[in-house]
Each structure stands twice: as C-alpha cells, then as structure tokens.
C-alpha cells in the first residue's frame, strides 16, 4: 500500500515537473513571520525516499524556497513562514509541501497531495 501510494506520488511530480515553465520561484507570496523565523530554514536541505525519488529544497537568506524533485525545478507558489513550519505549493499548486524547523542538521518534510501525506527528513548539505 505504501509502495503504491509512493509511487502515485512520485508519478504526480514527475507530471508536475513536466509542466514547470520557469526555473524561479514565481508566483510567491511574501512570507508573514519576521525574517529571524526564516534564518533558521536557509540552506541547502536534501533527502531520499525509499523508492529512489530525491527531494531538494534549498531556501535563500531571503526566506525564499526553490524546490527540485528528482533533480527537476518545480514552481513554487504561497511559501509561509509560521511559528517552526514552512509551507509552500509546489508544481501546478496541487502539491503542499511542509517543513518544520530543523534541528541538529535535520529537517522534518511533508508532501501532501490528493489525501495522500509522504514524510521524509531532509539533511543539511
């Protein structure tokens, strides 16, 4: 079950990547908690599902996400900063990604899509 529910997912970003138009972070909102909130996402964050797919979330000092699946670009769109949790859209904006605060190099990663959630914890590069 897991397995299938893997590979839908990984079938939907590879169909999201497919149609990303522009290698920016187009469309993104401004985040609302204070930058110093931000400053503890900044870096360049990385991790691996069972099944091969490799998910790439690099955040610059501005705050701003870019996020890659399989080595891919996806748009990024509403990124938010509340609290310890970064959110953002991903691909056509029917993918939520997830990011609580990191701590000791790791960062918890949720993606959320059509009723389906896919933890992973990213590392820091």
């Given at each position: ?79 938010k900063?509340?609290?310890?949790t ?22 918890a ?17």
């Open positions: 079950m897991i397995r299938r529910a893997l590979a839908l997912v990984a079938a939907g970003l590879l169909v999201s990547a497919c149609n990303t138009t522009s290698g920016t972070s187009s469309g993104a909102t401004a985040a609302t908690a204070a930058p110093s909130a931000q400053s503890a996402f900044v870096g360049d964050w990385s991790g691996k599902f069972a099944t091969g797919n490799s998910v790439r979330v690099t955040i610059s000092g501005s705050g701003s996400p870019t996020y890659y699946y399989n080595g891919r670009m996806n748009a990024v769109s509403s990124f900063v509340s609290g310890d970064m959110s953002f859209r991903v691909g056509r904006g029917t993918g939520l990604v997830t990011l609580k605060a990191p701590a000791g190099g790791k960062m990663y949720i993606y959320q899509e059509g009723g389906e959630t896919h933890p992973l914890t990213l590392s820091k590069s």
